[in-house]
């Protein structure tokens, strides 16, 4: 879409001006071929997509590698379906199982099974590898240091704490 004119009315839409365009083109350009990227690397090396193996982090730097299924829904950034389909997938490999919750007999506990450790440290390093060579050898330590500001600008705007928010672990 094109900039607004100056004198645009007050309920039409702000349009974004020529630059605010091309950073978000860029971002998204950017985030997609990342995720793309990440995803084949850890599906030809590790047999898994990139958010199975943000679960299997999220479990192995947890206490006793153990979540509630909401707290690793609400960590992952996903809907409790989504999280509870990967999951039983990563179930089916033996690399994580679910315990019921002793203090709430609807709770369960996502728990990161040895099997599924082995795993994530077998491929860990090449992962790492994969993201220093797409992100972090591309830019310069101000340049991570604003990336890393402006990320998280977006991410607490975006996670309103009030009651009824609509966010995915909520859904």
């Not at 083109?25 to 898994?48: C, F, K, N, P, V």
């Amino acid at each position: 879409m094109k900039t607004a004119p100056a004198s645009a009315r007050a309920d039409e839409p702000r349009w974004l001006t020529d630059e605010e365009q091309r950073v978000w083109r860029s971002y998204i350009d950017a985030s997609t071929l990342l995720e793309d990227h990440l995803d084949r690397q850890l599906q030809r090396d590790a047999g898994m997509p990139h958010i199975y193996y943000g679960l299997l982090v999220q479990l192995a730097e947890s206490p006793q590698r153990r979540l509630r299924m909401t707290e690793l829904a609400m960590s992952a950034k996903i809907t409790r379906s989504r999280l509870s389909h990967a999951v039983a997938r990563l179930e089916k490999n033996g690399w994580v199982r679910r315990e019921d919750c002793p203090s709430d007999k609807r709770g369960q506990f996502a728990v990161l099974t040895d099997e599924g450790y082995e795993v994530l440290r077998r491929h860990a390093p090449g992962h790492v590898d994969a993201v220093r060579q797409a992100v972090f050898d591309r830019l310069s330590p101000e340049q991570q240091k604003s990336l890393g500001e402006i990320m998280r600008i977006i991410a607490e705007g975006l996670q309103p704490s009030e009651a009824g928010a609509d966010l995915p672990w909520l859904r």
